[in-house]
């Protein structure tokens, strides 16, 4: 069953579709590069991205016959640790010390605990099983993030911080994997992207709503912070976008560089 040519093809698209989108932040870190800093990004979606691809290579590994989520999430494991990297270069010390945390708590802390545990407790095909049910989970959790900003589209009647590209891209990702999983009569790479088909499509549908609409400028100036996809993160692989804040002034009228708390990011999942 997992040499048949659809298994195979729907792998291959998947694969091409999920590198597409964990490379669109390149330009991003480009930018950060040539200006030798990472002021106005948040460093959170590249660090989930990179924690998504450890744990369905972890998942795969122990299944055996998953190579093609092998593949795509190996890659996602390198380039994340190379967004991350930089933007730790680039960082100013509080954020970089934020980054840092994270990293350790999620990357190793989270990750180090889950692989002993299922190490230790779990046996055989009911090892696969359990990463099987936390990679589901959290693939879930990074498709249903977005919520917010298609809240945040409805309330400004603005389509700026959701673009088309983005959300075509990671519905067209899900499809391909959804399709993977469900001819390899595996649920934990089936369920999660049904909900990641659902998600594009509404985001696509409110796009198309909302594209001509005139801006709710009194909504806009009650929203706190305004967060900025620049690009395309989650699948059976689950990746992370790249957000842009505007930097807030303070009392004195001197630029804040390290107050970019993103809490709508959306985060790429390529699985």
């Not at 979606?45 to 055996?64: C, E, I, N, R």
């Not at 509080?94 to 190793?108: E, G, H, S």
């Not at 088909?197 to 696509?204: A, D, K, S």
Request: proline share 5%; hydrophobic share 50%.
């Amino acid at each position: 069953m997992a040499n048949h040519p659809l298994i195979f093809a729907f792998g291959i698209l998947g694969n091409i579709i999920s590198f597409m989108v964990f490379i669109s932040p390149v330009p991003t870190f480009y930018e950060i590069v040539k200006k030798k800093s990472a002021e106005g990004f948040q460093s959170v979606p590249y660090v989930v991205a990179l924690f998504s691809s450890m744990l369905w290579v972890y998942y795969a590994m122990v299944k055996t016959n998953e190579t093609l989520i092998i593949t795509i999430n190996s890659f996602g494991c390198i380039v994340e640790t190379i967004y991350v990297a930089i933007y730790f270069a680039y960082a100013t010390k509080k954020t970089r010390m934020q980054t840092l945390r994270l990293v350790l708590l999620l990357n190793f802390g989270g990750f180090g605990l889950i692989f002993f545990l299922t190490q230790i407790l779990c046996k055989g095909a009911k090892r696969a099983e359990v990463i099987g049910w936390i990679c589901m989970a959290f693939s879930i959790s990074v498709f249903v993030a977005p919520l917010s900003i298609m809240g945040q589209v409805i309330r400004t009647k603005s389509v700026e911080f959701m673009p088309f590209n983005l959300s075509l891209t990671l519905t067209l990702s899900a499809v391909m994997w959804f399709l993977y999983g469900l001819l390899l009569r595996d649920i934990y790479v089936t369920v999660p992207n049904i909900a990641g088909m659902i998600l594009g499509v509404l985001q696509m549908v409110l796009y198309g709503i909302y594209r001509n609409a005139k801006p709710n400028e009194a909504q806009e100036k009650k929203l706190p912070t305004v967060v900025k996809l620049e690009e395309l993160p989650t699948k059976v692989n689950s990746e992370v976008y790249p957000v842009s804040l505007p930097s807030m002034g303070s009392e004195n009228g001197e630029a804040k560089d390290d107050g970019k708390n993103l809490e709508d990011a959306p985060i790429k999942s390529p699985v």
